[in-house]
């Protein structure tokens, strides 16, 4: 089955710098790869995902690339915030009998220091 | 509009004693799926529901492990015999087709002593 590798698991920045995140996964026939932030103690958010039709996508501060000759995929945060500190989780999915199961990495605690 | 919404938020149970544990979809969702937190863990899947119908189980741990969604909407993941190992976070996540966006719910902490 598909297995989610993430890295590094803690990162550590300044404010203003810039984050990356990256993900390897296994399954070749995965094709839907989304970013989820987790506060302590809170819900799994979306922050923003990428299908494997489209190699890259941005949303403001936010970016994700994807690989898939490499299978790897990577979410850039820049102009970094105290507010995005947090948990960020990838995952990856193919539709299994129209359904996205989502593989999730172990998560990566990032921590921006004002 | 409301979100996903579970309770119990925390539930402490002895060893052995069965739990039940609710979730509440968005409204209109069709698709509803169940995930096992871990301490410092990521999300791992335990069992999907299309409307009432369950057609993935693959994730559930043991067959102390039952979830139903008997109309469609409210779903319940029920542990019998709960043991220590069964301590993590449940989170409920639900989308309005089978492979949009998954929106979570704030989860159950399960402690088991």
């Known amino acids: 089955g598909e297995n989610v590798e993430q890295h590094p698991s803690t990162l550590s920045v300044q404010e203003g710098d810039s984050a990356v995140i990256k993900c390897t996964y296994s399954?070749?026939?995965?094709?839907?790869f989304p970013w989820y932030k987790q506060e302590l103690g809170k819900r799994p958010q979306l922050i923003i995902d990428i299908r494997s039709n489209v190699g890259e996508k941005k949303d403001q501060r936010i970016a994700v690339t994807l690989n898939k000759t490499a299978k790897h995929f990577s979410l850039h945060i820049t102009e970094t915030q105290p507010e995005d500190s947090a948990v960020y989780f990838c995952?990856?999915?193919?539709?299994?009998?129209?359904?996205?199961?989502?593989?999730f990495g172990a998560g990566t605690r990032l921590a921006v220091h004002p | 509009g409301a979100g996903v919404s579970q309770s119990p938020r925390y539930k402490v149970a002895k060893r052995g004693q069965d739990v039940a544990l609710r979730c509440d979809p968005i409204?209109?969702?069709?698709?509803l799926f169940w995930y096992q937190q871990a301490l410092g863990q990521g999300p791992e899947f335990l069992t999907y529901?299309?409307?009432?119908?369950?057609?993935?189980k693959s994730g559930l741990p043991s067959d102390r492990f039952f979830a139903e969604r008997p109309e469609g909407s409210v779903s319940t993941l029920k542990i019998q015999r709960t043991q220590q190992e069964d301590s993590a976070v449940y989170l409920c996540?639900?989308?309005?087709?089978?492979?949009?966006?998954?929106?979570f719910g704030p989860g159950t902490r399960l402690t088991v002593l």
């Open positions: 996540a639900s989308s309005f087709g089978q492979s949009d966006t998954q929106y």
């Open positions: 399954d070749s026939a995965s094709n839907y």
């Open positions: 995952a990856a999915s193919k539709r299994t009998g129209g359904y996205n199961k989502l593989i």
């Open positions: 409204s209109g969702h069709v698709s």
């Open positions: 529901f299309q409307n009432e119908a369950q057609l993935d």
